[in-house]
């Protein structure tokens, strides 16, 4: 959400990629860059907001913690502080809510605390708070929000103001509510009639989740690509803005509306370990398991004058950069880093200023500490979902993990989109696809019958050994005798695998 602290002048677009059954990805670009993305993909599980109805599996007093079942065969975590004046026992039947989703080895953690955000109001079941955001700094206002939210809450339920609520007037909030309680009724009706562990609310897709929480009076335009979603999106532009609506457009291109655009390079540059500044200065960003490390380097940038402001105003860009990528890459948790040294306080103290400046400006909650004696810069931020490297890339399986790959249904989507160009392009009967071998396993086991469905057309996919991870090009296109007489040729050869065939009538 916005805070006091955006510019308002800030040139920015919502693009949204919704074309692939299989994934949606929506990217907020400021100023021409991308500034973050969103990926969400069909078979993604337990994300943070997902309602369920759960049954305790465990209760570990040691840890003050319980193991609960939600389904999709991984147990979620709560801490018993979560829920004060509730007796949790074994096999108990109770509603909670994803706070953070799961990750790598570690399962998603639920609060039996409930709060459904609407476009102004977050409501809460059973509490009897009437809150308004921090980051609404005008004192006058927050009287005024916090007035109508006491008038508005009810015996039973909360409200929590967002940001987007400044300026809004009492109607829209009340229909804010009215809305909101009708969900809850919903889903406490649900909860009443299905059985233990299952899904009783889930939230916003990511576009949906974007258009509520970011759509506000600096985003100029909003750019979708299928019918579906341009009717949805103006109908939430007409619904919500009387004043500074931000244009919606139907792309109808040939080309992914990411690679029009050029956000495509700039998802491959966010999984880079080396970051380029404009200066020649770089940065080195390296993930580990308990925080992440982030090395500032002058590179080939050697200043017009002398050494301090040369390395105070590397450090400065460094920061800018740092920011954006922290909410590029959704880095969470401990960050630490080492920019170049600084021998006097009041350059340190500007950098520190700098940084804070910048980071009040995240909808993540960020804090930055001190310059340790080290020289070190430590940060915090909330980590609200999964980084982007952990979404699309995975340990590296020919080297035990110690590098990355990317994973199979991110080189998998990405062939997608490259056959879809492909097939628009002409009406053969059928393609044969070379990729590497266990790419093209992982697509015919995944996805070819929907492919085929949705593109048209036979699809031939022969497994390459000699091909890296995440090559692949059409071997051949046509009539679908020809193609299949080429793919049986390559049978023969004793080290292709030809993983489809087009069963015969």
């Known amino acids: 959400m916005p805070s006091e602290h955006e510019d308002k002048n800030l040139n920015r677009k919502i693009i949204a990629d919704t074309r692939e059954n299989e994934e949606t ?29 759960a049954r305790v599996d465990s209760v570990l007093p040691g840890i003050s913690a319980a193991f609960v079942t939600i389904g999709d065969g991984r147990n979620a975590f709560l801490y018993l502080n979560d829920a004060q004046g509730m007796d949790i026992v074994p096999e108990q039947e109770l509603v909670v809510q994803v706070t953070k989703t799961a990750r790598k080895n570690k399962g998603a953690r639920v609060t039996p605390r409930i709060s459904l955000p609407g476009r102004y109001l977050v409501f809460v ?36 103001v967002r940001t987007a609520a400044e300026g809004v007037d009492e109607e829209s909030l009340a229909a804010d509510v009215q809305s909101l309680l009708a969900l809850w009724h919903e889903i406490e009706h649900n909860a009443k009639l299905q059985p233990a562990p299952c899904l009783l609310y889930r939230d916003l897709g990511p576009l949906g ?3 509520r929480d970011e759509v506000h009076g600096s985003v100029d335009e909003i750019i979708v690509d299928s019918e579906e979603e341009f009717r949805r999106v103006q109908d939430f532009v007409s619904t919500f803005y009387e004043a500074d609506r931000p244009s919606v457009s139907l792309y109808q291109g040939v080309a992914p509306v990411f690679e ?71 880095i969470g948790g401990i960050i630490v880093v080492d ?51 952990s979404v699309l890339t995975r340990g590296c399986p020919f080297c035990g993990d110690n590098g990355w790959v990317l994973r199979e249904d991110t080189v998998a989507l990405d062939i997608k989109r490259f056959l879809r160009k492909v097939a628009h392009a002409n009406r053969s009967e059928a393609l044969l696809l070379q990729t590497n071998a266990a790419i093209a396993q992982y697509i015919a086991d995944t996805y070819l019958p929907l492919w085929q469905e949705e593109l048209e057309r ?48």
């Open 339 to 389: 920019f170049i040294d600084m021998e006097f306080e009041e350059d340190r103290n500007a950098l520190i200023a700098r940084l804070e400046e910048l980071l009040a400006r995240d909808r993540a909650r960020a804090k930055v500490f001190s310059i340790t004696q080290l020289g070190l810069v430590e940060i915090t931020r909330k980590r609200g979902r999964p980084d982007l490297r």
């Open 209 to 211: 989740r974007v258009l």
């Open 260 to 330: 029009y655009y050029g956000v495509e390079p700039e998802i491959e540059r966010a999984l880079d370990r080396k970051v380029w500044l404009k200066s020649g200065a770089y940065l080195v960003i390296e993930p580990t398991e308990a925080l992440t490390v982030i090395d500032v380097n002058t590179g080939k940038f050697v200043g017009d004058l002398d050494m301090r402001h040369t390395t105070l105003a590397t450090n400065l860009e460094a920061a800018d950069e740092i920011a954006r990528q922290l909410r590029l890459r959704s």
């Open 125 to 160: 079941p059973g509490g009897g708070e009437a809150g308004v955001s921090r980051r609404i700094s005008d004192e006058e206002e927050r009287k005024r929000l916090r007035h109508l939210a006491k008038e508005l809450k009810g015996d039973d339920f909360g409200l929590i």
């Open 25 to 53: 990805r929506v990217a907020i670009l400021e100023e021409g860059k991308l500034a973050e993305i969103f990926i969400e993909r069909m078979w993604d599980r337990q994300r943070a907001g997902e309602i369920y109805k």
């Open 458 to 505: 036979k699809i031939f996919i022969a497994g390459m050994p000699e091909f890296a991870w995440n090559k692949y090009r059409v071997e051949l296109q046509g009539a679908l005798d020809a193609v299949e007489r080429r793919a049986k040729q390559m049978e023969r050869r004793e080290s292709v695998t030809v993983v489809h065939r087009v069963p015969e009538a």
